[in-house]
């Protein structure tokens, strides 16, 4: 299969959370691969070490995104490495399941750190730059769970529905800096965590039942939606949630 190329992403800064492994590695492959210069944090440290080694020019250093002064110097030295961000692309979450009748008020709040309020930080971040360089686009990775609602996910699910306001929020506030903030929600995407956790035989034909399109949803079907958004081709599609997922919903 031949897929679309986009020059206005040539030499663009791309800032991306969670970029070392699943989702967030093919974010970071994708974006290489379009010329731009790509800078991502994980807490992975050999793994984004290893992906930035094959990954001429990218820029990569380990940080706790629930740490905001480390999460906004880490913003602060990729801009400074490799010029203003004009494209963030916020990926990073954790979708361990728990009982929600179990779930402390600190384990709530620890989810909510890394699933919700890095967005947020990370945002505000690069606003300056972006409104500095006369826009800019914001990609929030959501999920079609903030839909559906299933069990033991209550503050992933709570998260992500925070991720759809928050990217509705911001697209008018910022708009007349010409940034764009836009939310990505996947279906069940096939990661090595997926395989290893949860997409058993069983699980996976249950999906399939429920989906218009019976192919494997890959991390690189989600990366080429982020591209489009990153694009100037997406110019005027702003506060908007894009859904990637078969056909589920």
Not at 31 to 60: C, M, Y
């Amino acid at each position: 299969m031949a897929f679309a190329t986009y020059p206005s992403l040539s030499g663009r800064t791309v800032f991306i959370t969670g970029g070392a492994s699943g989702i967030g590695e093919s974010f970071v492959e994708q974006f290489h691969a379009q010329g731009a210069r790509v800078a991502f944090i994980d807490l992975k440290t050999d793994a984004g070490e290893a992906l930035a080694g094959r990954l001429p020019g990218s820029w990569f250093r380990p940080c706790d995104v629930t740490d905001a002064p480390a999460l906004q110097a880490a913003i602060a030295a990729a801009a400074e490495a490799l010029g203003p961000i004009s494209v963030l692309v916020n990926n990073v979450a954790n979708d361990t399941r728990h009982e929600a009748a179990e779930t402390t008020p600190e384990a709530w709040r620890r989810a909510l750190a890394v699933n919700l309020d890095p967005a947020f930080v990370a945002a505000v971040a690069v606003y300056p730059m972006m409104r500095e360089a006369g826009g800019g686009s914001i990609i929030n990775v959501s999920s079609i769970n903030a839909l559906f609602g299933p069990p033991e996910m209550a503050a992933y699910v709570a998260s992500k529905g925070a991720i759809n306001a928050l990217s509705k929020g911001l697209a008018r506030e910022w708009g007349e800096a010409k940034i764009r903030v836009n939310a990505l929600s996947p279906g069940w995407v096939v990661t090595q965590r997926q395989l290893e956790l949860w997409l058993t035989p069983e699980a996976e034909a249950k999906w399939s039942k429920q989906v218009a399109l019976k192919d494997r949803i890959l991390p690189e079907d989600v990366a080429r939606l982020a591209l489009f958004l990153a694009s100037d081709d997406a110019r005027m599609i702003t506060g908007q949630n894009l859904v990637i997922d078969a056909g589920r919903t």
